[in-house]
């Protein structure tokens, strides 16, 4: 347990912002997972699921919360599997 009045402040802030990122953590997880099942299953939300999960991806990056290059590669592979499946169409 800290002892000084400003560590007592920095461990508060951290647990808020803690818990914020996990929020953003989790919508991108869970929009990932959509993402995912409607390119598997070809839905015809596939293409609006994907344009929302780059978004969140974007946001999420520019807080702070992931960094860019993990933002860059979820970007990439999930685009390649949307691309992937419309050329099976």
């Not at 997972?33 to 699921?49: C, L, V």
Request: hydrophobic share 25%; aromatic share 2%; charged share 45%.
């Amino acid at each position: 347990m800290p002892n000084k009045d400003s560590a007592k402040k920095e461990l508060r802030k951290g647990k808020k912002l803690g818990f914020a990122n996990k929020k953003v953590k989790d919508t991108i997880k869970s929009l990932t997972k959509k993402s995912r099942k409607a390119i598997s299953t070809k839905e015809t939300s596939a293409k609006e699921s994907l344009d929302k999960t780059l978004k969140a991806l974007d946001k999420a990056a520019k807080k702070g919360v992931i960094k860019k290059n993990t933002r860059d590669r979820k970007k990439s592979r999930l685009q390649t599997a949307f691309n992937k499946s419309q050329a099976k169409k």
